[in-house]
């Protein structure tokens, strides 16, 4: 398939797991894609991986200046841009009791003011046709013990997507929300071990937990013109975890 074909995207966070699996979907459908993460050896890895048409800029979503720097490097190259995949995130698990300051900050810093602006400062680029993917969460539905900050977090992404649809009424650009469920990244398998796998696994109708692969092929419609009727919208990606 070639959907993406000439499109230029920007993934955060697209140096490993979902990130990683998107940008791979969006070279193999024809565009050309700029990482953005905070790993120097991962975003070299990455590129030397998927090819000619990948580019990688070291920053961190949190940082006005380092997103500067990649968008300023993106209209350098490129002129414009097509899609912006706001996928980069953190999450740990601390229970109600133990919640502290730095924990929610260091979150919502990365979830939320990141997703921000990245989204913010990619608008000047992008223009009729363009599309925005926040990445959600099962979570963000459901809750999730021991995450609340995270949970929190992820509903907040999902409102981020109704309102900028508001605002960004009349210029074209569509934004959507991608929300995967227990998906089995290389981080993913390395934090949970077997027994963790298995369990997550049991929650979903699907007894399984997602392959990125299958999060990038969702990722890759919301890009491309087949999702052109589609915003404020929420993909849900999570083997039905959040819907029963």
């Known amino acids: 398939m070639t959907r993406l074909n000439g499109k230029t995207a920007v993934i955060t966070g697209g140096a490993t797991g979902i990130g990683l699996a998107a940008a791979k979907r969006f070279v193999e459908e024809g565009a050309f894609v700029y990482l953005f993460g905070r790993r120097?050896?991962?975003?070299?890895?990455?590129?030397a991986e998927l090819g000619p048409n990948t580019r990688a800029v070291k920053g961190s979503v949190s940082d006005g200046v380092d997103l500067d720097r990649l968008y300023a490097a993106v209209k350098?190259?490129?002129?414009?841009?097509?899609?912006?995949?706001a996928n980069a995130g953190a999450g740990s698990p601390l229970p109600l009791g133990q919640i502290t300051a730095?924990?929610?900050?260091?979150?919502?810093?990365?979830?939320?003011k990141g997703t921000i602006f990245t989204v913010q400062k990619a608008l000047p680029l992008m223009g009729p046709g363009g599309s925005i993917i926040l990445t959600g969460s099962s979570a963000g539905t459901t809750g999730a013990p021991g995450f609340t900050a995270y949970s929190a977090s992820k509903a907040a992404v999902r409102n981020l997507a109704r309102s900028w649809a508001e605002d960004l009424k009349g210029?074209?650009?569509?934004?959507?929300?991608?929300?995967?469920?227990?998906?089995?990244?290389?981080?993913?398998?390395q934090a949970l071990g077997a027994e963790g796998q298995k369990a997550f696994a049991a929650l979903t109708p699907?007894?399984?937990m997602?392959?990125?692969?299958?999060?990038?092929?969702?990722a890759a419609f919301l890009a491309s013109s087949d999702s052109?009727?589609?915003t404020a919208s929420e993909v849900a990606v999570d083997g039905g975890l959040a819907q029963l």
Do not use: W, Y
């Open 40 to 47: 120097q050896d991962a975003l070299d890895a990455a590129v």
């Open 76 to 85: 350098a190259e490129r002129g414009s841009l097509d899609v912006v995949f």
């Open 102 to 112: 730095e924990h929610i900050d260091e979150t919502f810093d990365t979830n939320v």
């Open 171 to 189: 210029t074209g650009v569509r934004v959507n929300v991608l929300s995967p469920g227990a998906t089995a990244t290389e981080l993913a398998k």
């Open 206 to 208: 699907l007894l399984r």
């Open 210 to 218: 997602a392959d990125p692969s299958e999060i990038a092929a969702a």
């Open 228 to 230: 052109s009727f589609m």
